[in-house]
């Protein structure tokens, strides 16, 4: 497989993609994570890059997120809102976990809001749902399904006892 070469190729999986914990908020619309590529104090934001962004960027599809590289003598994240407010967060001399459980509680969404939205989308994205409570009563009811028996009489040569006991008419 083509796509696990390289260094640390877990990271191009799906699983770990979904594995994410970090959802931003819908007011943020820019991300800009600025550090070197040298000096210990910029190593954690480095490993967030490396392990982290991949998962941010699939939760957060409508989000921009641009890595800045060897701009700036400190390392730091920077979030844009729709209002044009802006947010900075230092991440002089952190490691990538603190990095990435600071920003779960400061820019995140909370977790019942998840759970929340994950409830809404499962109940309404989803074709297959029909019974009490959902659009469709039944089945018969979407397009391109065998209609109830008990409304509109089935061929004979569908039902099991005529095809497979060779009743004949």
């Given amino acids: 497989m083509p796509f696990m070469i390289g260094r640390a190729p877990i990271r ?5 993609l979904e594995a994410g914990r970090l959802v931003l908020k819908d007011k943020i619309k820019i991300v800009t994570v600025n550090y070197n590529t040298h000096g210990k104090e910029h190593n954690g934001t480095k490993e967030f890059v490396f392990w982290y962004l991949p998962q941010i960027q ?3 599809r409508d989000v921009q997120i641009t890595t800045l590289k060897n701009m700036t003598p400190t390392p730091f994240i920077r979030c844009f809102y729709d209002t044009g407010e802006q947010m900075l967060i230092d991440t002089f001399d952190r490691t990538k ?6 920003l779960i509680n400061i820019v995140g969404k909370p977790k019942d809001v998840l759970a929340a939205e994950s409830m809404v989308k499962e109940k309404e994205d989803n074709p297959a749902n029909f019974g009490k409570g959902y659009d469709k009563h039944c089945i018969c009811e979407i397009p391109g399904q065998v209609p109830c ?3 509109c009489p089935l061929p004979k040569h569908w039902r099991g006892k005529y095809k497979y006991n060779k009743i004949v008419e």
């Fill in 12 to 16: 191009r999986t799906i699983k770990y």
């Fill in 58 to 60: 699939y939760k957060n």
């Fill in 97 to 102: 976990e603190d990095i990435y459980e600071h």
């Fill in 149 to 151: 028996p008990g409304t």
